[in-house]
């Protein structure tokens, strides 16, 4: 089956513009996760959602990141007024499960976002 | 707060032989668990082997297989019969038993570079 995807692959943006970035997490995967990973670096926790729900959005920089998962399948991960900060690969995960013992995380290939 | 750290920016190892990657981490929780994820030049992260705290017995997954040492907080990966497909980003990461999120804490990675 179709693993993680994320859409684009790429972004390039004026510092000041807004973006979007598209995740479709494996089908019926009740978990996703965004982490922000920097060049050279770990990935570092975002957001989580459960289902439609968001979580724990306790990773978010700043209120110009905003998550959401209206239908608890597809997420969008969007950034306003970005800064060349956010640049870095933003990567998305799934997992089937939901309670504490989730299971394995699956990860897209990520966005790289470089803003200029 | 859980930390994890990789002091081995970069290591290297004949094809064929064996390399141990480490991985020191913080916690105060006992209830927990440990990953290695490894990062092919593609981004794509993928799930190498795993650890449950409260298990003794260090994990195995054919070639790879790590060292547990609970009361140390360390968790080191061995990769044996090393292969020219090894050569990646590896992470180690954590994960609470406790938080609901079942969000990865990311060590700063190791780069491995196999030699032919």
């Known amino acids: 089956g179709a693993g993680v995807s994320q859409s684009p692959r790429y972004k390039v943006a004026k510092r000041g513009q807004d973006v979007a970035l598209r995740c479709d997490p494996i089908s019926g995967h009740v978990s996703l996760f965004w982490y922000q990973q920097a060049l050279g670096q770990g990935p570092e926790f975002l957001t989580y959602?459960?289902?439609?729900?968001?979580?724990?959005k306790s990773g978010l920089p700043s209120d110009r990141f905003f998550a959401e998962r209206p239908e608890g399948s597809v997420s969008t991960l969007k950034i306003q007024r970005t800064q060349q900060e956010d640049s870095a690969v933003y990567l998305c995960?799934?997992?089937?499960?939901?309670?504490?013992?989730?299971?394995?995380?699956?990860f897209g290939p990520g966005t790289r976002l470089t803003v200029l | 707060a859980q930390t994890v750290t990789q002091s081995q920016p970069e290591m290297s190892v004949q094809e064929a032989e064996t390399v141990t990657l480490s991985c020191t981490y913080d916690t105060s929780e006992s209830d927990y668990y440990l990953f290695w994820y490894k990062q092919p030049p593609s981004r794509q992260m993928i799930l190498v082997i795993r650890q449950e705290a409260y298990k003794q017995q260090n994990a195995t997954e054919n070639r790879f297989s790590v060292n547990f040492q609970k009361a140390a907080k360390s968790f080191s990966l061995k990769i044996s019969d090393s292969q020219l497909g090894d050569a990646a980003m590896y992470f180690c990461a954590y994960r609470s038993a406790v938080s609901n999120t079942g969000k990865l804490i990311f060590g700063q990675g190791t780069t491995l570079q196999v030699k032919p």
């Open positions: 995960a799934s997992s089937p499960r939901r309670d504490r013992f989730l299971g394995e995380q699956f």
């Open positions: 959602f459960q289902n439609e729900a968001q979580l724990d």
